[in-house]
């Protein structure tokens, strides 16, 4: 892994190079999230920040200039005050070095890099990250053209140069995707068998997340635990619920190990027993997301694995009494919409919702090394006929292969039988 930050810091100058004009990227530390007056989120790194510098550290940007003749990283002096509060912040010069970046320490931050863009023409930032950078920049674009003529005059979002960088996993990051799994995975196990009537949703979310992090991880997302009707709403985050006999739980989370995430839903029989309407409509959300699977292959467009889950889901609905009609004009009309109202999934990454525009019913093709989440529902708000109030939705993260998908998160099982053993 060594040199790791460097190889792809050469490829953003290799594309900025093949611009053929004066062109930086600028990439900053994510800043502090207030959560109440003058107290904080814990803080999360910004993903293409780490993706480029695999540093930790708050207050650190990276501009990788064709004008310059290494990168740059800037940082802050150390502040005694602040020291007093929050200890002595890690030195930043073992990673300008094994960056080789040239490491500039200076106060006014964003005015020294103002400086530094003089010469630039075609500047690629960030839209979220550090606000008073982003002020600079913005600076910098509303100048009357004039006063244009030291400034980059063409601003392009820093995704322009790191999406297709970021949307290929490595074999490296795969394998941190995959630890991520195995955590969500020990956290499920720990979880499921303590699952029963009367127990009360945030009490398992609670559990969850507690082996999330016992395990050295957090919660790459807010975890969603919704039973009964409450899982009809997508991002459900009350969490007051008790659990009732005869209901199916909905569990929608994922750890994150060292920045990469994994997301992954399951549903679990509130009594450890899949029975009756509920237990046909997860087989048909199963059999949609088993297709859904086998349909993933380099070089498809992520329409096709979304159809493959679509018609089952239709097929499922004609036989549950929900839709009438023939399945190919049902799903050209989308009338399984207000059942299935999201897309297939997600890129998943260093960011849960990673870069890959995969999200939708959109077009674009995969590739290989590609990782994103498979994860068809069906959700009924109010009963429909004999159906209850409800939501299913079972979601794996995938890695595209050639000829294929690998299914990272397989350990996790979702066969009926299986996830009744795993309550027993
Ligand atoms: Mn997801």
Redesign the pocket.
């Known amino acids: 892994m060594k040199d790791l930050y460097k190889s792809r810091i050469r490829k953003v100058i290799k594309t900025l190079l093949a611009t053929k004009t004066p062109s930086a990227l600028l990439v900053s530390s994510a800043p502090f999230a207030p959560r109440s007056r003058d107290t904080f989120h814990p803080y999360r790194q910004n993903s293409d920040f780490f993706y480029l510098t695999g540093s930790l550290e708050p207050a650190q940007h990276l501009l990788i200039s064709t004008e310059e003749e290494k990168p740059l990283l800037f940082t802050e002096p150390v502040n005694a005050h602040k020291v007093v509060w929050d200890g002595k912040p890690v030195s930043p010069k073992p990673l300008a070095r094994s960056l080789g970046a040239t490491l500039e320490t200076v106060s006014d931050i964003p005015q020294e890099i103002k400086k530094k863009l003089r010469p630039i023409h075609s500047l690629y930032y960030q839209s979220e990250s550090d606000p008073q950078v982003f002020r600079m920049v913005n600076e910098l674009f509303g100048l009357p053209s004039h006063q244009r003529l030291t400034s980059p005059r063409s601003f392009h979002h820093v995704d322009t140069i790191l999406e297709p960088l970021r949307v290929r996993k490595s074999r490296h990051e795969i394998s941190e995707i995959k630890r991520a799994a195995e955590v969500t995975w020990e956290s499920l196990q720990h979880t499921a068998q303590m699952v029963e009537p009367g127990l009360r949703e945030h009490e398992v979310l609670a559990t969850l997340e507690y082996h999330m992090r016992l395990f050295g991880c957090e919660p790459s ?1 807010s975890t969603i635990v919704a039973s009964g009707a409450s899982a009809a709403t997508l991002h459900y985050q009350a969490h007051t619920q008790k659990l009732k006999k005869g209901e199916l739980l909905l569990l ?1 989370f ?1 750890a994150e190990y060292n920045m990469y995430a994994a ?1 992954v ?1 399951r549903m679990l029989p509130v009594t450890g027993t899949f029975t009756g309407i509920l237990a046909e409509l997860y087989d048909c959300v199963l059999e949609a997301q088993l297709k859904s699977i086998a349909a993933v292959r380099s070089g498809v467009t992520i329409q096709k694995v979304y159809n493959a889950a679509a018609r089952v889901l239709i097929d499922g609905l004609k036989d549950f009494g929900v839709l009438r009609g023939n399945t190919s004009a049902l799903l050209e009309k989308r009338a399984h919409l207000p059942y299935f109202p999201h897309g297939i ?2 890129g ?1 990454g260093l960011d ?2 990673d870069v890959g525009r995969l999200r939708g019913t959109n077009k674009p093709k995969l590739q290989e090394g590609m990782v994103f ?1 498979i ?1 068809p529902g069906l959700y009924f708000p109010r009963p429909v006929g004999k159906l209850p109030a409800c939501g299913i939705r079972i ?1 794996d993260d995938v890695v595209v292969r050639k000829s294929g998908c690998e299914v990272l998160t397989r350990m996790i099982p979702k066969e009926r039988s299986k996830i009744e053993d795993l309550m027993a």
């Open positions: 997302f929608d994922g997301d839903t999934g997600h998943l849960v919702h989440t994860e979601e």
